[in-house]
């Protein structure tokens, strides 16, 4: 347990086989402000196998320093072995304040290292700042989305928070920048880590871009009325060459799978372009979409919420728009082929 002499933000920059996640460089354009607020470095830890190429674009976004662990037994994820590097690196070096994005591993890994290291860890931030005091404020959906709690850790040290991608800005890279990098000795034995990876298994589905990391998502709820006119939504998809997405109303019915779903209980989203066909913008759902730079909302209600955060708002039949749309979109893109 930490509670005094602590110093500088951590930013855990997830890689999958060698390549960054990009909520790594979100959470470094926050964590660059977070840290200058509080006049301290920004750190980047950095946790793979011969990975350290990788220590050119942390810099790039902002990190004053990349803490290296890299050893062979860390070339894949396991919870038992990035934990155990982790807390000890956290134990030794007492950084303030440390952020993980709420990705599959960040959720799983994050709260062994606050349970190792005995402090507290706010999860599924969608926003950071400092108060009058120094501490990080963390700020999370409460309530379903109703409001917006502001969580402080007036005691423990380090501050931890996992952090929803696509709701944080990266910085301009400065790719003048050369990472300052620190190795760290790495204290683990093949009996440290109780899982063993035998094989993995990639999911091969008709989705193949991801929605939260595609640029133009087409997104589908109740309005559809029925599974079969998801076909509407898949024809637009594919002239627009984007992801698909849903509401939770759909996806609870079945209609898509979870990794699919949009908002609050799902995933969280910034495209380019986000097109909600048949969505009447619940709470929940805007939560996970309202960042996205354009949004075109087509609904039969005039006064539905999703028109509240719309940049263009189409009212009518949906069942006569998007055919339409898709159609029109097909002429203009074989011309231009």
Known sequence: MIQEGTKDVWVVSEQ??????????????????LSEKLGEELAAV?????????AKPLAAYGADKVYLLEEEQLRRYTP????????ELILNKKPSIVLFGATVIGREFAPRVAARVQTGLTADCTGLDIDDEGRLVQIRPAFGGKLMAMIVCPKKRPQMSTVRPNVMKKSNPDWSREPKIKRVEIKLT????????????????????????????????RGLGSPENLKMIED????????????RAIVDAGWLPHHQQIGQTGKTVAPRLYVAIGISGAIQHLVGMQT?????????????????VATFGIVGDLFQIVPAITESLRKIIGKKN
């Open 16 to 33: 999958h086989e060698r390549k960054l996640r990009p909520v790594s460089f979100e959470l470094l354009g926050i964590g660059k402000k």
């Open 190 to 221: 093949p009996e440290s880590i109780r899982t063993k990876i035998l094989d993995i298994v990639k999911e091969v589905s008709a989705e193949t871009i991801k929605v939260e990391e595609a640029r133009i998502i087409v997104s589908g709820g």
């Open 80 to 87: 038992d072995g990035y934990t155990t590097v982790l807390s």
């Open 46 to 54: 950095l946790i793979g196998d011969k990975v350290s190429d990788l």
């Open 236 to 247: 637009l998809a594919q002239v627009l060459g984007a992801a698909i997405g849903g509401s």
């Open 292 to 308: 996205s730079d354009i949004i075109v909302a087509i609904n039969k209600d005039p006064e539905a919420p999703i028109f509240k």
